[in-house]
């Protein structure tokens, strides 16, 4: 029990340390009140065309949730899919990483699938998330004129361990696939002689690596999956580009989609840390790439931080408490039981015992 409740507390304090740490990194230099005059300066009509290709994005990653969640359950309602997955992301603005399961309870109940299939599915989404940007990233190297590597230290480091994880993982999916009966019982069998309860806990890992994975077949599914990948990664950039006319830093220098493509695949890193909703992280690579690779001063890089990252976070926060007011009428209209944060985690108790 107390070993329990250090690994809780420990779960919810590092990413606290951590955004503290970063914020101070961030912002140490960094004249505020200059950057809020900045802000204040917005246009509305960019602002306007960030929120809406902002929120277009999500739609579209919707939709290739879709087309992996298909083998899974056929015809799977639309505004469920955008709303489990933005009920997530309004999650994870909180408490990092919880919103991956309330995105599987909440999608699970609407749709009456397996819960372990739909986590499943959302880590191999995941993974295809990690793969775009790896391979993101590697674009940006490709059109920078300079060195990127020498102008972001940690960059090349960052690359290579995460295409070694990429390969382990990809291993790791083709042993627990192909090989499944021998891989997977060997394994248990091995974690067994340790512990039980690690052997449980990695049996249950490793039925949902098998379910999610074994969700994306056919051949329509995996070309629109990729083509859908890309046109998320563009739209990402496009908004980027967007935010530069949203601050008027096209005023300062000239900017291109180039220069865009290559801070949204870098800036991104910032969402991968386990912060809070990337608070800290985020604005500390954003503001360091701004100033170090484009020249852009401090307190205008500190603006198209804090306005980026402010936007996108309210439209997560809103989003739980609008889906789940939306969708829980629809059911109640369908006499079908409602659900909230509470509830649909009491249900995943009472039916397990």
């Given at each position: 029990m107390?070993m329990?409740?250090i690994?809780?507390f420990?779960?919810l304090?590092?990413?606290?340390?951590?955004?503290?740490?970063?914020?101070?990194?961030?912002?140490?230099?960094?004249?505020?009140?200059?950057?809020?005059?900045l802000?204040?300066?917005v246009?509305?009509?960019?602002?306007?065309?960030?929120?809406a290709?902002?929120?277009?994005?999500?739609?579209?990653r919707?939709?290739?949730w879709?087309?992996?969640?298909?083998?899974?359950?056929?015809?799977?309602k639309?505004?469920?899919?955008?709303?489990?997955?933005?009920?997530?992301?309004g999650?994870?603005?909180v408490v990092?990483?919880?919103g991956?399961?309330?995105?599987?309870?909440f999608?699970?109940h609407?749709e009456?699938?397996s819960r372990?299939?739909i986590?499943?599915?959302v880590?191999?989404?995941?993974?295809i998330?990690i793969?775009?940007?790896?391979?993101?990233?590697?674009?940006?190297?490709?059109?920078y004129?300079?060195?990127?590597?020498?102008q972001i230290s940690?960059?090349?480091?960052?690359?290579?361990i995460?295409?070694?994880?990429?390969l382990?993982?990809?291993?790791?999916?083709?042993?627990?696939?192909?090989?499944r009966?021998k891989?997977?019982s060997?394994?248990?069998?091995?974690?067994?002689k340790?512990?039980?309860?690690l052997a449980?806990?990695?049996?249950?890992i490793?039925?949902?690596?098998?379910?999610?994975?074994g969700s994306?077949?056919?051949?329509?599914?995996?070309?629109?999956?990729i083509?859908?990948?890309v046109?998320?990664m563009?739209?990402?950039?496009l908004?980027?580009y967007?935010?530069?006319?949203?601050?008027?830093?096209?005023q300062?220098?000239?900017?291109?989609?180039g220069?865009a493509?290559?801070?949204?695949t870098i800036?991104?890193f910032?969402i991968?840390?386990?912060?809070?909703?990337g608070?800290g992280?985020y604005h500390?690579i954003?503001?360091?790439?701004?100033?170090t690779?484009?020249?852009?001063?401090?307190?205008?890089?500190s603006a198209?931080?804090?306005?980026?990252h402010a936007?996108?976070?309210?439209i997560?926060?809103l989003?739980?408490?609008i889906?789940?007011?939306?969708v829980?009428?629809?059911l109640k209209?369908?006499g079908?039981?409602?659900?909230?944060?509470?509830?649909?985690?009491?249900?995943?108790?009472?039916?397990?015992?």
């Amino acid at each position: 029990m107390i070993m329990e409740k250090i690994k809780k507390f420990s779960g919810l304090i590092i990413p606290v340390l951590l955004m503290l740490g970063f914020l101070y990194l961030a912002f140490r230099n960094v004249n505020l009140k200059e950057a809020f005059l900045l802000i204040g300066n917005v246009k509305l009509g960019w602002l306007l065309a960030f929120v809406a290709l902002f929120v277009f994005s999500q739609l579209v990653r919707a939709l290739r949730w879709k087309y992996i969640l298909d083998s899974v359950k056929k015809d799977t309602k639309f505004l469920h899919l955008f709303g489990a997955m933005m009920i997530g992301y309004g999650v994870n603005a909180v408490v990092p990483r919880l919103g991956e399961v309330y995105r599987a309870l909440f999608m699970g109940h609407w749709e009456k699938i397996s819960r372990a299939s739909i986590f499943g599915t959302v880590v191999v989404e995941r993974i295809i998330d990690i793969i775009a940007l790896a391979l993101s990233v590697l674009v940006s190297v490709l059109i920078y004129s300079g060195d990127l590597y020498g102008q972001i230290s940690w960059l090349k480091s960052t690359l290579e361990i995460g295409f070694v994880l990429i390969l382990a993982g990809v291993l790791l999916i083709i042993l627990t696939i192909v090989f499944r009966e021998k891989f997977y019982s060997g394994i248990l069998k091995l974690t067994g002689k340790i512990s039980e309860t690690l052997a449980d806990k990695l049996g249950e890992i490793f039925q949902m690596l098998v379910e999610g994975f074994g969700s994306l077949r056919g051949s329509k599914n995996v070309t629109m999956t990729i083509i859908l990948s890309v046109v998320i990664m563009l739209l990402y950039g496009l908004n980027s580009y967007v935010s530069f006319f949203m601050l008027g830093m096209n005023q300062i220098q000239k900017v291109t989609f180039g220069m865009a493509w290559i801070l949204m695949t870098i800036s991104a890193f910032g969402i991968v840390i386990p912060t809070p909703a990337g608070i800290g992280s985020y604005h500390w690579i954003t503001i360091t790439t701004l100033v170090t690779v484009f020249g852009f001063g401090k307190e205008i890089s500190s603006a198209f931080a804090i306005v980026t990252h402010a936007v996108s976070y309210i439209i997560f926060i809103l989003s739980p408490v609008i889906f789940i007011y939306f969708v829980n009428l629809k059911l109640k209209s369908e006499g079908r039981e409602s659900m909230n944060f509470l509830s649909v985690l009491k249900q995943v108790k009472y039916e397990d015992e």
